[in-house]
């Protein structure tokens, strides 16, 4: 049964509608109960699902990629009319700025929140060439076990957080398979002297197989620290309300006490 949309005008957002809606007909129109159940016990209700198909709001991002999970849409595709859609949504404003009003380029984004966060040092992420009619391109794709783990994020309705995978390449959405993948930006000689200095030298001798005397530097240390933080930062940034995480970084030594 198709389902019922308020009208909305041309551009961008109509786009939008337009082709959720759409791919609601190719999936046989599911009921949206049935739609709610499929996006798993985190996903949104049944009354978000209708209000996302009703419009003329654009929905916030999180909710729609689970609706185009479950309908079996192109996360990357709806990724990009989303976008779209919630910059002609907000459309220009002005900001305060040092007492004069400024015209601001920037439209207003509602940032993402996820009820279940998978933290790591490293993105199970690396990239191959691949190769677009006379142009190369970068192409994501999971490697080694993080599949299984990739699976329970989604799950789960959350997102995977970790450092950018990749200095030369772009971190932005959409990763494949429909995984929300979030980063925390450093400098790549920050990543590289943690990694071969604090992580290598000091941790791994501690707590893995390199049997041999730990090395300890108060600017790895230091590092370590400010990485963590960024880390801190961003969880408080994207952590839905009584959200649940795994954090992967942190061994006894460095983890929080109280005291």
Same mark, same amino acid.
């Given at each position: 049964?198709?389902?019922?949309?308020?009208?909305?005008?041309? &551009?961008?957002?109509?786009?939008?509608?337009?082709?959720?809606?759409?791919?609601? #007909?190719? !999936?046989?129109?599911?009921?949206?109960?049935?739609?709610?159940?499929?996006?798993?016990?985190?996903?949104?209700?049944?009354?978000?699902?209708? =209000?996302?198909?009703?419009?003329?709001?654009? %929905?916030?991002?999180?909710?729609?990629?689970?609706?185009? @999970?479950?309908?079996?849409?192109?996360?990357?595709?709806?990724?990009? @009319?989303?976008?779209?859609?919630?910059? *002609?949504?907000?459309?220009?404003?002005?900001?305060?700025? =040092?007492?004069?009003?400024?015209?601001?380029?920037?439209?207003?984004?509602?940032?993402?929140?996820?009820?279940?966060? +998978?933290?790591?040092?490293?993105? %199970?992420? !690396?990239?191959?060439?691949?190769?677009? &009619?006379?142009?190369?391109?970068?192409?994501?794709?999971?490697?080694?076990? !993080?599949?299984? /783990?990739?699976?329970?994020? +989604?799950?789960?309705?959350? !997102?995977? @957080? &970790? /450092?950018?995978?990749?200095?030369?390449?772009?971190?932005?959405?959409?990763?494949?398979?429909? #995984?929300?993948?979030?980063?925390?930006?450093?400098?790549?000689?920050?990543?590289?002297?943690?990694?071969? &200095?604090?992580?290598?030298?000091?941790?791994?001798? /501690?707590?893995?197989?390199?049997?041999?005397?730990?090395?300890?530097?108060?600017?790895?240390?230091?590092?370590?620290?400010?990485? =963590?933080?960024?880390? *801190?930062?961003?969880?408080?940034?994207?952590?839905?309300?009584?959200?649940?995480? @795994?954090?992967?970084?942190?061994? %006894?030594?460095?983890? %929080?006490?109280?005291?």
């Amino acid at each position: 049964m198709a389902l019922k949309r308020e009208p909305t005008a041309s &551009g961008p957002v109509r786009e939008l509608f337009d082709q959720l809606h759409e791919l609601h #007909l190719q !999936a046989g129109e599911p009921g949206l109960r049935q739609i709610a159940r499929g996006t798993g016990v985190h996903g949104p209700s049944y009354t978000t699902v209708h =209000n996302v198909f009703k419009g003329p709001q654009v %929905p916030k991002w999180p909710t729609l990629r689970l609706i185009v @999970l479950q309908l079996g849409g192109d996360v990357g595709r709806f990724h990009t @009319l989303w976008t779209a859609a919630r910059s *002609a949504e907000s459309g220009p404003h002005d900001r305060q700025q =040092n007492g004069a009003t400024q015209a601001s380029s920037s439209p207003t984004t509602t940032p993402p929140s996820y009820p279940f966060l +998978m933290v790591s040092y490293r993105l %199970p992420l !690396a990239t191959r060439t691949t190769t677009v &009619g006379v142009a190369s391109q970068p192409e994501w794709k999971i490697f080694g076990s !993080a599949p299984i /783990l990739s699976r329970l994020v +989604m799950n789960l309705n959350g !997102a995977w @957080l &970790g /450092l950018t995978p990749d200095e030369t390449a772009d971190p932005s959405p959409p990763f494949p398979q429909g #995984l929300a993948v979030e980063t925390v930006q450093a400098a790549p000689s920050d990543v590289t002297r943690h990694y071969e &200095g604090y992580c290598s030298s000091s941790i791994w001798p /501690l707590y893995h197989y390199s049997i041999e005397q730990p090395e300890f530097r108060t600017e790895w240390r230091d590092l370590n620290r400010r990485l =963590n933080q960024k880390f *801190a930062d961003k969880v408080v940034d994207l952590a839905a309300p009584q959200c649940d995480g @795994l954090d992967t970084r942190l061994s %006894p030594s460095v983890a %929080p006490r109280d005291g």
